[in-house]
Nanobody, 125 residues
């Protein structure tokens, strides 16, 4: 059973930063692309950022480009999402997910087979 665990969420004010981490158990994400999605209350889950298995390919949704940075440490089996200049529209539950197929980061939810439980990010104005 693949286990993914997110951490680093919290309550911050607009303009502040947070760093989310996704930890995989027992080499569960080494060799796979990993992405971050988010789901705000009453909205569908949306792609935020993704990184290929090697770290050489990344993708970001337009609303976070220039503010968020995704990275990974395959030795520690972890993926991080550094979030800067947060605004209230970034408020959501953030999930990390493992991509099923080896390819560039995918934006479709159906391309991912394992998900973490999520971590809440709340940005106050």
């Amino acid at each position: 059973q693949v286990e993914l665990h997110e951490s680093g969420g919290g309550l911050v004010q607009a303009g502040e930063s947070l760093r989310l981490s996704c930890a995989g158990a027992a080499r569960t994400i080494s060799g796979f692309g990993v992405s971050w999605f988010r789901q705000a209350s009453g909205k569908e889950r949306e792609f935020v950022a993704g990184i290929s298995w090697s770290g050489g390919d990344t993708d970001y949704t337009d609303s976070v480009k220039g503010r968020f940075t995704i990275s990974r440490d395959n030795l520690k089996n972890m993926v991080h999402l550094q979030m800067r200049s947060l605004n209230p529209e970034d408020t959501a539950v953030y999930y990390c997910a493992r991509q099923m197929r080896v390819s560039r980061p995918a934006r479709e939810v159906d391309e991912y087979d394992f998900w973490g439980q999520g971590t809440q990010v709340t940005v106050s104005s």
